[in-house]
């Protein structure tokens, strides 16, 4: 395992950097990442390069058994970069300039930044090309924003002129046809900025693609020159979880070695176990393979405003946590808090005067276990019984209709996961390209951009035995975001059995409450943001309205399709209800959680080729006990555990159980 902190040495003075070394060594650091934000440091002048001092740090780490992840600095472009090629600057959607400062400033299509971008990273590729104490390149720092500026409006010309091949294709595709939009010349066809109204959903739509395509390509750029210079050296980038809403994710980390993301629980609001669980599902679920935080939240949040600090133990157990979801790399932001510069109080591991204080303890206690792990946990696999479907497409076409302000769809998908997350049997996040068939339950929210393949591979899963869940707002676009000319829930429409009569926006932010179809029981909770009215054909009614003009009209069915069965909810089932639905098809496609737990207690499993490792999570505030069965050897507290066993507040176990030949169900 890979754990250590993000250190910018360049902000201390270098008497200092040995005593850091040391005190990382304490803590069982293997691994800094270092240089992301240092081009001027690097590169004074065009051409003029200074790797000196960063060489020594890295001398000087290795020589405390600390090796380095690189950053390409391209995130926050020098001044006398910016100064030279204004048109480099980024362009907002009112078509004005951000003014210099900050970061992320730049326009990722403007050739002179990307031939600057190509000349520092080839610098740092060539110097520190065969050292072993540089062990990882990380591209840039969160990639994200949008730029409206010319160059982008022709490159995306371009991108559409390759999608569409013919103006007669996009204008039928778009159907420009509307307020009289149709394109004449490629060079009519305008970014979507602020106008006086909505764009054309086929625009909005594809001007989303074409942004994330956009990082993609320059993300690209970087990753060839570094995979020519310094072949075998891994690359990542540091991603910002489920949340983060205007790239594709999956597109974006294709050309990556491993992901990476930055994991801040208290940036604001009360931090949530089943949030933390998905964004980690996520960034696993995009190479199906383990993956590092980058950024780890390593003391109190904040810029302008100051967050509440970490509570004890908190920066630990979101470590673990990270871990038990396949975390193979746990790096802190950062080792030492800024005396200067916009992220004053993003405060890291120790304070602004650098003395050891609680965090730094509570970093060191974690090291010790994270060295008795070693190398445990490589390449072991997160076991997940069941998979969440996430459509960027969908994602990205909502954000331009979003309905109304309750049918959110990242929240509505977070809010099904908390009811899958629940029953400790694992969530693997899956792009719609990925294979279902391992999955007995897969969860698809709001599957609003459908075409043909998609529509096969879900019937083909269901028929297979597969139990797929859908919700309202399924198959109503097709992949130019334009309106199905079918009966809802469009191409999935005979799957589901259903045929969406008409729907209510519940924009007003109304429950409707619901009835049990079996017991005419009223269900717990009520039906929430959207509600179709649906007509039954071959499916059966699980759960009625009982309530507002279609009481009594089904709003959750069953359609049993070869061996396999489909949920369909008309509406966004509330908490209490996704989590009674979720309970209720767990028994019947026998999704079972490896240990018998109480609520409050999460349960993961990864295996690796010898052993499966048992992570057993408390985030609650009180103690919690479990039958842990016939046990086997605990790695945090090192002992032999067998039966019950309590697990305190914030408390985490690793039950080791060797694998037999007997293979794992
Ligand atoms: C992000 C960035 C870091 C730093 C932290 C704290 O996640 O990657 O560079 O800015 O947030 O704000
Ligand atoms: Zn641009």
Redesign the pocket.
């Known amino acids: 395992m890979y754990y250590g902190a993000d250190y910018y040495p360049e902000h201390w003075p270098e008497e200092r950097w040995d005593d850091d070394a040391r005190m990382m060594q304490a803590a069982g650091f293997n691994v800094v990442r270092m240089a992301e934000f240092a081009w001027t440091r690097m590169e004074p002048r065009e051409r003029e390069f200074n790797f000196a001092w960063l060489d020594r740090a890295i001398e000087l780490l290795a020589r405390y058994g600390i090796s380095s992840v690189l950053g390409t600095p391209t995130a926050a472009p020098p001044a006398w970069i910016m100064a030279a090629h204004p048109d480099a600057t980024l362009i907002r959607e009112d078509r004005q300039p951000v003014t210099y400062g900050s970061r992320r400033n730049y326009c990722p299509n403007n050739a002179a930044y990307r031939a600057h971008s190509a000349r520092i990273v080839r610098a740092m590729a060539e110097h520190y090309a065969g050292n072993p104490d540089v062990i990882g390149w990380q591209i840039d720092?969160?990639f994200g924003g949008r730029c409206y500026c010319p160059t982008c409006q022709a490159a995306f010309q371009r991108w559409l002129q390759e999608r569409y091949g013919s103006l007669g294709a996009l204008n039928a595709a778009w159907g420009t046809e509307f307020w009289s939009h149709i394109y004449t010349a490629w060079e009519q066809i305008p970014l979507p900025w602020s106008t006086t109204g909505v764009h054309n959903p086929g625009l909005a739509l594809n001007y989303r693609r074409f942004m994330s395509d956009s990082y993609v390509g320059y993300q690209r750029e970087q990753i060839d020159i570094l995979h020519e210079v310094c072949p075998g050296v891994p690359i990542t980038h540091?991603l910002m979880g489920f949340r983060y809403p205007n790239l594709d994710y999956f597109d974006l980390t294709e050309d990556l070695d491993w992901v990476s993301w930055?994991n801040y629980p208290r940036i604001r609001g009360v931090p949530d176990a089943a949030n933390r669980a998905l964004a980690h599902d996520t960034m696993r679920g995009l190479k199906n393979k383990p993956f590092w935080v980058m950024?780890e939240q390593g003391g109190p949040?904040g810029n302008a405003t100051v967050a509440l600090a970490p509570r004890p133990g908190e920066i630990p157990y979101w470590a673990w946590e990270a871990v038990a979801h396949g975390a193979d790399g746990i790096v802190y932001?950062r080792w030492r808090t800024a005396r200067f510069g916009a992220?004053e109080y993003?405060h890291g591991i120790l304070d602004h005067h650098g003395e050891p204080g609680r965090r730094y303890e509570e970093v060191k206690a974690m090291g010790r276990i994270v060295q008795r792990l070693g190398d445990k946990l490589k390449d072991s696999a997160v076991r997940a019984q069941t998979a969440m479907l996430l459509s960027y497409d969908s994602r990205f076409a909502f954000q331009n209709q979003p309905h109304n302000p309750h049918l959110d769809y990242p929240n509505v998908f977070a809010e099904l996961y908390r009811a899958l997350w629940k029953l400790n049997a694992g969530v693997d996040i899956v792009s719609p390209a990925a294979d279902l068939s391992a999955y007995k339950v897969v969860v698809a929210p709001m599957l609003y951009i459908v075409d043909e393949a998609l529509a096969n591979k879900l019937r083909d899963y269901v028929s297979q035995g597969g139990a797929l869940v859908l919700t309202c707002r399924t198959g109503v676009m097709d992949v130019d975001n334009m309106v199905v000319d079918q009966q809802l829930p469009g191409l999935l429409g005979e799957l589901c059995g259903v045929v969406v009569d008409e729907y209510d926006s519940l924009e007003d932010g109304r429950t409707v409450p619901l009835q049990w179809a079996e017991d005419l029981e009223d269900v717990a909770g009520g039906a929430t943001a959207w509600a179709d009215v649906l007509s039954l054909r071959e499916a059966e009614a699980l759960a009625y309205y009982a309530g507002e003009y279609y009481a009594g009209v089904p709003a959750v069915t069953r359609n049993r399709v070869g061996k396999g069965q489909v949920i369909y909810a008309g509406t966004v089932p509330d908490a209490a209800v996704a989590q009674s639905l979720m309970a209720r098809l767990a028994v019947e496609a026998g999704v079972t959680s490896p240990l018998e737990a109480e609520p409050g207690l999460e349960v993961v499993e990864r295996i690796a080729e010898k052993a499966r490792y048992l992570f057993i999570l408390n985030g609650g505030s009180d103690a919690i006990s479990v039958d842990v069965g016939s046990g086997g050897q605990e790695l945090v507290q090192d002992e032999t555990v067998s039966g019950v066993i309590h697990i305190p507040a914030l408390g985490v176990r690793i039950i080791e159980q060797p694998l037999g030949n007997s293979a794992i169900d």
Request: charge should be negative; glycine fraction near 0%.
């Open positions: 720092n969160e540091n930055d950024e949040t932001f992220e993003w």
